[in-house]
């Protein structure tokens, strides 16, 4: 089994669902009681958060491939980072180390596409659904038609990941909000939504919704594994 390194901490209520996950699909794999070899550095989101919102990106990303270079010299054999957002400097970790970069969007992509499905709405944080880095994979890797919500809208799901989702705090209206965003956006055609922010399915699940959702984090956890396994 190799060895998954895991950025995490972005929020660390995301991060203990990829831990769950990783090991739960290793134990479907290998049965009783086999678990994931991982290593995770969990990083202080306040920090993070706040270089967010200052437009510290530059900041962001040396701090991002000083510990992906940790984690690779811990031994890690595979990279995740557990967030959607802090993919915008997923090309410079992933020029910095000489391990893998297991991209989150791909994991999403690469079942769109076996779904056969051509537009997806994507939801995530402000700088997720407004900015290139994310879209512009799923477009041009994946060939899909990317919709994302009016202004008023993202502001709104912005808020409810920052103020609620990444403090653990799930409330019904909330939810209810998100599923009135998404489904205007599947008059629109979409045919499925990326859930692309690792906090959103603490919020939105298969059954609230009537087109297929893409958890994101549940994806690219499952993808690590398969690595793991069988690579």
Not at 185 to 209: M, N
């Amino acid at each position: 089994m190799k060895t998954i390194a895991l950025i995490g901490g972005m929020s660390w209520e995301s991060s203990l669902e990829y831990y769950r996950m990783i090991n739960q699909f290793v134990k479907a794999e290998l049965g009783e009681p086999h678990s994931a070899e991982i290593i995770m550095y969990s990083v202080d989101f306040a920090e993070f958060e706040k270089l967010q919102h200052q437009g510290e990106w530059e900041l962001l990303s040396e701090k991002m491939i000083e510990i992906a270079l940790k984690l690779e010299k811990a031994g890690g054999d595979i990279l995740l980072i557990c967030t959607n957002t802090m993919h915008k400097m997923a090309a410079e970790v992933e020029a910095a180390i000489n391990i893998p970069l297991l991209h989150i969007a791909d994991s999403a992509g690469e079942k769109i596409k076996e779904m056969n499905l051509d537009k997806v709405a994507l939801l995530g944080t402000k700088f997720t659904m407004e900015e290139d880095f994310y879209k512009k994979r799923l477009k041009a890797k994946y060939q899909l038609d990317v919709l994302i919500p009016e202004a008023e809208e993202r502001e709104i799901i912005h808020q409810v990941i920052y103020k609620e989702l990444i403090s653990g705090i799930i409330r019904a209206e909330s939810r209810e909000k998100f599923k009135k965003i998404i489904e205007a956006l599947r008059s629109q055609g979409a045919e499925g939504v990326v859930l692309g922010c690792t906090e959103i399915p603490l919020l939105i699940k298969d059954e609230d919704l009537s087109i297929p959702v893409f958890s994101t984090s549940e994806l690219h956890a499952q993808k690590a594994v398969e690595f793991a396994l069988k690579s």
